[in-house]
């Protein structure tokens, strides 16, 4: 509503993906616009990840379309696109956090060079250039410049997290997806790399697609709450709005089925 | 003109062994040789491509040069002289085997002078003697793709190479820079073909990266137990990776080497007691050589060539 008289930066309409006779989801809509955070949630099978996958270009759908709005051309079906110009944009204008930090790093080189990737990949080929972009970055999500050097494998979960933040924010990506960027760590580790998450997406100005099934990693973090259930939406609205005063049966099961501490 | 000892005849070649009955020239047969040919053709056409082909069974264990072998076989013609080198030496194991099996299932001759061949299979080394146009080199490949080390996935590898997604390969030389402060790969170091394949040079050292630019010989690259062959075209361009504030070095000696004084050529270190002493002698047999007919102006002794 706030933003009508922008592009929205990513178009969804009627997106349906099947396997086989199980529905992964179906006649999903909507619209994000520039730095906004939309979350989606629902219970584990309810098909949060491949709609995740289907608008990251990980996955193509059996129907409807996907548009990013493009540097140059405006909305574009990334679908419809070829590929090297989807890898590019994937590369570029987009940042995809994995879960499981190990699916989106490089485990077997340097923090600084999984950090650097992009740049080179994009024809950066100055070393000393990449070396203090990729430290900036290290700092900016608050690690010790020392572990530069170091092996992701010798890293906690929570920082191979923000490793995979740092690693994938570095070329200014319009649009981040991050699917469960917090499930495996612990509750303080949680916190703070929520904090961070949150400082950077507001300070940037990146628009992000969360999918988590912890409310109260929404309620933190997004602007707008999609939920899901059974590879459908049943109700979508402002967070505060969708949590406070859940309009849909299961979305009153979900929230009110969090455990008080 | 140097030819050294009396078993060898006017053009410096050496006589052939016998040979064997029941072979087909050069041993392979020829739809597989056909095979082979437009695999070679179609390499040339896309330079630094790796081309797959129906590799054979050869009479030596992979790792051996079995690729190299089966692109020699391939191209070589009764008229042809050949020159097999095992990093740079005429005379170690590989080398004179496979000298051998030409020279009995081809009958053609043999060669320890750059010069003189016609056809050169090399393992590991480019001659220091500079190849003219009407020469052809054949590399042993162990491993065709560069990409390999740093993604497992031959799906994804392709689809790099055919998007020309080479960013990955700078992660590397940026591992190197950051841990040791400069590149130390020193052998089979990346290089781009025609500006657009990233192509492994087969794990000759990366001194040797300079002399495969513009390099007037066609160069052909077989690997065996990978099944791919691909090529450098004559005066194709041939640029080894590298950063803006860290260019491409080949590696420097100290010393000459102890046998001819050569101060260009690349040098082995051999260690010649256990007291640690130690000498730097050419790795090119054949240059040395010449280097030091050149300096006593009388030809050498040689032993061990094939006599």
Redesign the interface.
Known sequence: MTMSLQNPLLKVENLSHYYGDQIGCENINFDIYNGEVLGVVGESGSGKTTLLKLISGLLCPNAGSVAFDTRIEGLRDIYKMSEPERRLLMRTDWGIVYQNPKDGLRMNVSAGANIGERLMAIGNRNYANIRSDSSDWLEKVEMDLERMDHFPETFSGGMLQRLQIARNLITKPRLVFMDEPTSGLDVSVQARLLDLVRGLVSKLGIACVIVSHDLGVMRLLSHRLMVMKSGKVVEQGLTDQVLDDPQDPYTQLLVSSILPV | MTASSQNKNTNGSMENPEILEGYNFAYLDDQTKRMIRRAILKAVAIPGYQVPFGSREMPLPFGWGTGGIQVTASIIGQDDILKVIDQGSDDTTNAVNIRNFFGKTAGVDTTEKTNKATVIQTRHRIPETPLSKDQILVYQVPIPEPLRW?EHRETETRKMHA?A?Y??M???L??N???YGRVTTSYDYPVQVDDRYIMSPSPIPKFDNPKMDKMPALQLFGAGREKRIYAVPPFTKVKSL?????PFTIESWEESCALCGSSNSFLDEVITDDEGTRMFVCSDSNFCKEQIEKLTNAPLLQNGDGS
């Open positions: 740093l998007l997604e960013g990955v700078h992660v590397g940026y591992e820079i950051a841990h590298d950063f803006d504030d860290h």
